[in-house]
């Protein structure tokens, strides 16, 4: 036997596996699975407000959350932009976060979606985005006003700066 090649075999107990060889010892690697991608429901009615609220202003970033039961996001929360730049920036003031979060709470519904639109590029989130993703059990909607966008409502998890995109199924 070659000196070394015993510490190469790791321990494998059970699974579907197949070995590659390398010069003078073997890796037991496990077979590919494509990631599945996490699930958002939203109802139809949410859809159309959203790319409504989106259109609404078509040259400034629109802003709100969204509010839901039973894991189905039933309820649109729509917010002033506060931010000096709308057209780049979204932001909700304080005082009118704090009154979205008291009204969801009192309909007795939970936080779901925090969504905010982007007229002047892909409807992806931005570093700034990113960045400001404060709320990581919620998902992050971004919405294109542009009636030629591949998808104008695409939804992500962000969760430690890491963003996955969200399969939004209409319910």
């Not at 010069?23 to 991608?37: D, M, N, W």
């Not at 939203?42 to 989106?54: D, F, R, Y």
């Not at 309909?107 to 905010?116: D, T």
Request: charged share 25%; with cysteine.
């Amino acid at each position: 036997m070659i000196e070394g090649a015993a510490r190469c075999w790791p321990k494998v107990s059970g699974g579907a596996f197949f070995a590659v060889r390398y010069p003078f010892c073997f890796f037991i690697t496990p077979r590919y699975t494509p990631p599945v991608r996490q699930v958002i429901r939203v109802s139809n009615e949410i859809c159309l407000e959203l790319v409504k609220h989106a259109q609404k202003q078509p040259r400034e970033e629109c802003c709100g959350l969204l509010a839901g039961e039973g894991g189905v996001i039933t309820r649109v929360l729509a917010a002033r932009n506060a931010a000096e730049e709308k057209t780049k920036n979204y932001e909700i003031a304080p005082e009118e976060l704090f009154q979205l979060m008291r009204e969801t709470r009192g309909a007795g519904l939970r936080l779901m979606g925090i969504y905010h639109s982007h007229p002047n590029g892909n409807n992806e989130p931005s570093a700034r985005d990113i960045e400001r993703a404060y709320y990581p059990d919620v998902a992050y909607f971004v919405l294109s006003p542009h009636a030629d966008a591949l998808q104008r409502i695409r939804a992500f998890a962000i969760r430690e700066k890491v963003v996955n995109e969200l399969d939004i199924h209409v319910v």
